[in-house]
């Protein structure tokens, strides 16, 4: 009787904010399964979509037959631009997508801010410094470690430091996480910036692009560890819902019901940083997707986390499908980093945000 009392705090928020979320009642079967099929219609649209059209039959077609080991029965010129060159990308820009839309429900809830996402608690800015270390000096600079490897670090490192700065009297507080995170941000941007400097002229472009976020150089091998991470941590972090949904209530509450909130905040942070660092390892830094998405699938399914979590990743991963595919036609043949797009829809999002909800802003 005891348990079912202190958990009525936690339930009752959970209800509470699902009454207000248009698509609360329908099955969370019903809603991977409709989410999953934009998915892929965006996945193929995609990749249809280009300098040289092909149609999105013939898309499926040349997908299908790779899967199948079967003959697509398409030109050979179109299978290899499909397969070869545009389905590589469009899955990196899937799983990065997906990835930062977790990552950002994660972090929220960790630290109970609606603000938080990967770039403003620094994790991306620290994953940034990793991997521009060993693309401007080489990977012995951080000992033989390469650019999944170093980006890890960075993001390890930054959220550690935001952490410890953002703890008043042995706890922590939100408004001076979300500040930590910002200085952190941009004393990592500033390291980012003096590497940028001794690198070598001709490289420069290569990696200020990289860190406006582009899939443009995606390729099959990108995919095995970036999509084995995305899934098996967007996986586990599902199984930890309840926890979740208890974390954001309070640590009071959290601990009332059995939970050991350090160790679970610290795995959270080992967690986020792992998916932040390897998708900022393959795709630089993508800003406003982890910020944007979680309350995009919040006011439209609850704050229920066993639900929210698969939701954001594939509203998440089709998101970024459709911004990469914009980045690559809007200024043909020019293309455009990801994060002038991101931003472009992040901003206006949050302004609505704002003065839909005047309590954010107060």
Same mark, same amino acid.
């Given at each position: 009787?005891?348990?079912?009392?202190?958990?009525?705090?936690?339930? &009752?928020?959970?209800?509470?904010?699902?009454?207000?979320? /248009?698509?609360?009642?329908?099955?969370?079967?019903?809603?991977?399964?409709?989410?999953?099929?934009?998915? =892929?219609?965006? %996945?193929?649209?995609?990749?249809?979509?280009?300098? =040289?059209? =092909?149609?999105?039959? $013939?898309?499926? *077609?040349?997908?299908?037959?790779?899967?199948?080991?079967?003959?697509?029965?398409? $030109?050979?010129?179109? $299978?290899?631009?499909?397969?070869?060159?545009? #389905?590589? *990308? @469009?899955?990196?820009?899937?799983?990065?997508?997906?990835?930062?839309?977790?990552?950002? %429900?994660?972090?929220?809830?960790?630290?109970?801010?609606?603000?938080?996402d990967p770039f403003i608690l620094g994790v991306s800015a620290g994953g940034s410094v990793g991997a521009v270390v060993?693309?401007?000096?080489?990977?012995?600079?951080?000992?033989?470690?390469?650019?999944?490897?170093?980006?890890? %670090?960075?993001?390890?490192?930054?959220?550690?430091?935001?952490?410890?700065?953002?703890?008043?009297?042995?706890?922590?507080?939100? @408004? &001076?996480?979300?500040?930590?995170?910002?200085?952190?941000?941009?004393?990592?941007?500033?390291?980012?910036?003096?590497?940028?400097?001794?690198?070598? /002229?001709?490289?420069?472009?290569?990696?200020?692009?990289?860190?406006?976020?582009?899939?443009?150089?995606?390729?099959?091998?990108?995919?095995?560890?970036?999509?084995? %991470?995305v899934v098996a941590v967007t996986v586990l972090l599902t199984f930890y819902g309840r926890q979740l949904n208890a974390?954001?209530?309070?640590?009071?509450?959290?601990?009332?019901?059995?939970?050991? =909130?350090?160790?679970?905040?610290?795995?959270?942070?080992?967690?986020?940083?792992?998916?932040?660092?390897?998708?900022?390892?393959?795709?630089?830094? #993508?800003?406003?997707?982890?910020?944007?998405? /979680?309350?995009?699938?919040?006011?439209?399914?609850?704050? $229920?986390?066993? &639900?929210?979590l698969p939701l954001a990743a594939l509203v998440g991963a089709t998101y970024l499908v459709v911004v990469d595919l914009?980045?690559?036609?809007?200024?043909?043949?020019?293309?455009?980093?990801?994060? #002038?797009?991101?931003?472009?829809?992040?901003? /206006?999002?949050?302004?609505?945000?704002?003065?839909?909800?005047?309590?954010?802003?107060?």
């Amino acid at each position: 009787m005891s348990a079912v009392v202190r958990e009525l705090p936690v339930a &009752r928020k959970v209800r509470a904010s699902a009454r207000q979320a /248009p698509l609360h009642g329908v099955p969370l079967s019903v809603c991977l399964l409709v989410l999953g099929g934009l998915l =892929v219609l965006a %996945v193929l649209v995609a990749a249809a979509v280009g300098s =040289v059209s =092909v149609s999105v039959g $013939d898309s499926w *077609r040349i997908v299908w037959a790779h899967l199948t080991g079967t003959p697509s029965g398409v $030109d050979r010129a179109f $299978d290899q631009i499909v397969w070869t060159f545009r #389905i590589p *990308r @469009v899955l990196l820009a899937a799983l990065c997508g997906a990835g930062l839309a977790v990552a950002g %429900v994660v972090l929220q809830a960790l630290v109970s801010n609606p603000l938080a996402d990967p770039f403003i608690l620094g994790v991306s800015a620290g994953g940034s410094v990793g991997a521009v270390v060993v693309m401007a000096l080489g990977a012995g600079a951080l000992g033989g470690l390469g650019v999944s490897g170093a980006a890890f %670090v960075g993001a390890l490192l930054a959220v550690g430091l935001v952490f410890l700065l953002g703890q008043q009297r042995g706890r922590l507080n939100p @408004v &001076r996480l979300v500040l930590a995170g910002v200085a952190v941000s941009y004393v990592f941007t500033s390291i980012t910036s003096f590497l940028q400097l001794r690198t070598e /002229p001709n490289n420069m472009r290569q990696i200020m692009f990289w860190l406006l976020g582009s899939v443009s150089g995606a390729h099959w091998s990108q995919l095995q560890v970036a999509g084995v %991470v995305v899934v098996a941590v967007t996986v586990l972090l599902t199984f930890y819902g309840r926890q979740l949904n208890a974390l954001v209530t309070g640590d009071e509450s959290a601990t009332a019901l059995g939970i050991d =909130v350090k160790r679970l905040r610290v795995l959270l942070i080992v967690l986020t940083s792992l998916l932040a660092g390897v998708l900022i390892a393959v795709a630089g830094g #993508i800003g406003f997707v982890g910020l944007m998405v /979680p309350h995009l699938v919040r006011l439209a399914f609850g704050v $229920d986390h066993r &639900r929210l979590l698969p939701l954001a990743a594939l509203v998440g991963a089709t998101y970024l499908v459709v911004v990469d595919l914009l980045s690559r036609t809007l200024d043909p043949p020019n293309e455009l980093p990801l994060n #002038i797009l991101t931003a472009l829809f992040g901003a /206006p999002f949050f302004i609505w945000l704002m003065r839909r909800d005047r309590s954010m802003a107060s």
